[in-house]
């Protein structure tokens, strides 16, 4: 083994450090495909109560009229979830390239 580290060891303080920005990104890409899924949540829910946020911003859109105002703050309610994930994530994907670099 590496430096006298067991298998647990090895693991623990440089496999695990090293595959934080992977994981990091693997779950904030996850995150978004579902948080921006539209398709689905259109074509399986019909009831307004069991409906995604991505869903409910398109029904700010009439057959005549689109209502902007509503539209524009649903959305920016929408994008907040995500922007603040990405924002903590951002320090573990930013720490986890350099880490490897550096070694």
Partial sequence: MID????????????????KAG?????????LTVWNNFLLPL???RSPDSQMLT?????FV???EVAWE??????????????LIALFFQRFLIR???LGAVK
Wanted: with cysteine; charged share 5%; proline share 6%.
């Fill in 43 to 45: 074509i399986f829910t």
């Fill in 23 to 31: 994981m990091a990104a693997v779950f904030l890409i996850s995150i």
């Fill in 4 to 19: 006298g580290c067991n298998r647990w060891q090895l693991m623990y303080w440089i496999v695990y450090p090293l595959s």
């Fill in 62 to 64: 009439g057959q005549y």
């Fill in 55 to 59: 869903v409910v911003l398109s029904m």
């Fill in 70 to 83: 509503d539209m524009a703050a649903a959305a920016v309610v929408t994008m907040l979830p995500p922007f």
């Fill in 96 to 98: 986890g390239m350099t």
